[in-house]
């Protein structure tokens, strides 16, 4: 079995052609959407395979498959699960996946609104949620990444970002949410909002936990800031839910979260592209200054 940390297009699509030949489904023009946490395939042009990294417990796919499933009869937008004539999760080397509809990309200029109201009704109808969820725990994919990245950068970089792990995990512990707590995303954003017949539904659930609606709101605000976009973007997006978080005392807070939990995705994905080390460097830079302001740019 690959480590995690191995992650590459190859590999992925080799696994991706196995899940295919699983499933009955054509492997030849498999196109690689994105490659991350995960690996998503178009298949056939009609269906999209997510092939979840190595290590992914065969519980947490099977969890976000009943996810789906319970969101569906609370009426909450989201993507439907393909039926199979095989059993999902798939799995190959290692690896599970699953199959999901194809759905169109959202507008970019009404997606943040879109994404602030999708969130209001996310939060409003799960309270009735059938699934049994783990409380959210922030700080736990960003110390798996630090722990597994232990060869691969300089131990001054790693220990400063060990620091501020630290740190944030005494400032978290302090924190006062004043959203009442309930079920959460755990990844909302924008990316992760697509169309069916021209509505928006929510894509995405392998986060999902018990937690602070607060950190929803985090990934839209960090990045208006982070990458450079359209304040107005976020206006669209705080008043669609109805709630301003960069308002909140604790939002500088859940800012340095999220950040720390970017760089360290980023540097786990050293080896995904052309500019993805440069980049890491001008994160690690914001790090060692800790700059507000400092401009990023996305993968």
């Given at each position: 079995?690959?480590?995690?940390?191995?992650?590459?297009?190859?590999?992925?699509?080799?696994?991706?052609?196995?899940?295919?030949?699983?499933?009955?489904?054509?492997?030849?023009?498999?196109?690689?959407?994105?490659?991350?946490?995960?690996?998503?395939?178009?298949?056939?042009?009609?269906?999209?395979?997510?092939?979840?990294?190595?290590?992914?417990?065969?519980?947490?796919?099977?969890?976000?498959?009943?996810?789906?499933?319970?969101?569906?009869?609370?009426?909450?937008?989201?993507?439907?699960?393909?039926?199979?004539?095989?059993?999902?999760?798939?799995?190959?080397?290692?690896?599970?996946?699953?199959?999901?509809?194809?759905?169109?990309?959202?507008?970019?200029?009404?997606?943040?609104?879109?994404?602030?109201?999708?969130?209001?009704?996310?939060?409003?109808?799960?309270?009735?949620?059938?699934?049994?969820?783990?409380?959210?725990?922030?700080?736990?994919?960003?110390?798996?990444?630090?722990?597994?990245?232990?060869?691969?950068?300089?131990?001054a970089d790693l220990a400063m970002l060990r620091d501020w792990y630290q740190r944030v995990s005494d400032?978290?512990?302090?924190?006062?949410?004043?959203?009442?707590?309930?079920?959460?995303?755990?990844?909302?954003?924008?990316?992760?909002?697509?169309?069916?017949?021209?509505q928006p539904v929510l894509i995405d659930f392998e986060r999902v936990a018990l937690g602070p609606p607060?950190?929803?709101?985090?990934?839209?605000?960090?990045?208006?800031?982070?990458?450079?976009?359209?304040?107005?973007?976020?206006?669209?997006?705080?008043?669609?839910?109805?709630?301003?978080?960069?308002?909140?005392?604790?939002?500088?807070?859940?800012?340095?979260?999220?950040?720390?939990?970017?760089?360290?995705?980023?540097?786990?994905?050293?080896?995904?592209g052309p500019g993805v080390a440069e980049q890491i460097e001008v994160r690690l830079q914001t790090w060692?200054?800790?700059?507000?302001?400092?401009?990023?740019?996305?993968?």
């Amino acid at each position: 079995m690959m480590r995690p940390i191995d992650w590459t297009d190859v590999q992925a699509r080799s696994t991706a052609v196995a899940m295919c030949h699983q499933a009955g489904l054509p492997s030849s023009e498999l196109e690689l959407l994105r490659l991350g946490s995960n690996a998503v395939f178009r298949v056939e042009k009609r269906f999209v395979l997510r092939v979840m990294r190595p290590g992914t417990s065969d519980a947490a796919a099977q969890q976000e498959i009943a996810l789906v499933r319970d969101f569906a009869r609370l009426g909450v937008p989201t993507v439907r699960l393909v039926a199979l004539p095989v059993d999902q999760p798939l799995q190959a080397d290692g690896c599970l996946g699953t199959v999901w509809e194809q759905l169109q990309p959202a507008d970019p200029e009404a997606v943040y609104r879109q994404l602030g109201e999708l969130l209001t009704t996310f939060h409003e109808r799960t309270d009735d949620l059938a699934v049994r969820l783990e409380q959210w725990d922030p700080l736990d994919s960003a110390g798996q990444r630090l722990a597994e990245l232990d060869d691969s950068y300089p131990a001054a970089d790693l220990a400063m970002l060990r620091d501020w792990y630290q740190r944030v995990s005494d400032t978290l512990s302090r924190l006062h949410y004043v959203l009442p707590p309930g079920v959460i995303h755990g990844q909302a954003e924008v990316g992760n909002v697509l169309l069916r017949a021209g509505q928006p539904v929510l894509i995405d659930f392998e986060r999902v936990a018990l937690g602070p609606p607060e950190w929803d709101l985090i990934d839209t605000a960090v990045t208006i800031t982070r990458f450079g976009r359209p304040e107005a973007r976020y206006r669209a997006f705080a008043d669609a839910y109805g709630f301003d978080v960069r308002a909140w005392d604790g939002y500088d807070t859940l800012r340095r979260l999220w950040e720390l939990r970017a760089t360290t995705w980023l540097m786990q994905n050293k080896s995904h592209g052309p500019g993805v080390a440069e980049q890491i460097e001008v994160r690690l830079q914001t790090w060692r200054d800790d700059d507000p302001d400092a401009r990023w740019s996305g993968f």
